[in-house]
């Protein structure tokens, strides 16, 4: 059984690993931080992978523990020369991101099941900040047993 900020920081090196199969350029992996912070920054990409939300609460198990499905989210930001640029970089790692998660669904066993969402808008508030960039929001599905109900 495992907890879920062990998941989440085992979903870091994943990220930057699928992020440096794609991208030329400097980038960042960071996990909660300011959006207005990172884009000030010269990166060409961005992935802040957000803790999100348990989705309801988890089922008892009949052995020991609870299963709890659960959905973070990664906000990509990309910069480029235009805006075909920054789709083709975006796209890129999206696709990468999803590669990586199918090659290991069970995020090296820590999890019974890792499935990468379609992207999502970013709210609107977000979209202010990000002039020059391309952004959005990229769910990513856990589903994992816990020791307790609490996760």
């Keep these: 059984m495992i907890e879920l900020e062990t998941i989440l920081l085992a979903t870091l090196p994943l990220l930057d690993a699928a992020a440096a199969t794609v991208i030329g350029a400097t980038?960042?992996?960071?996990r909660n931080q300011s959006v207005a912070e990172r884009m000030e920054a010269d990166d060409a990409y961005w992935l802040n992978?957000?803790?999100?939300?348990p989705d309801g609460p988890p089922?008892?198990?009949?052995?020991?523990?609870?299963?709890f499905t659960h959905v973070a989210?990664?906000?990509i930001g990309v910069r480029g020369d235009s805006d075909a640029?920054?789709?083709a970089r975006f796209a890129a790692?999206?696709?990468a991101i999803n590669t990586a998660a199918i090659a290991d669904e069970t995020l090296g066993g820590l999890v019974d099941l890792m499935q990468v969402q379609p992207v999502e808008?970013?709210?609107?508030?977000i979209l202010d900040l990000t002039v020059g960039f391309k952004v959005g929001e990229l769910p990513i599905l856990f589903l994992y047993t816990a020791p307790t109900a609490a996760g």
């Design 121 to 125: 808008a970013p709210d609107a508030e």
């Design 93 to 95: 790692l999206v696709k």
């Design 73 to 75: 989210r990664v906000m």
């Design 59 to 67: 089922d008892a198990c009949m052995g020991d523990g609870y299963d």
């Design 49 to 53: 992978l957000l803790d999100g939300a």
């Design 85 to 87: 640029d920054r789709d």
């Design 27 to 30: 980038g960042v992996v960071t």
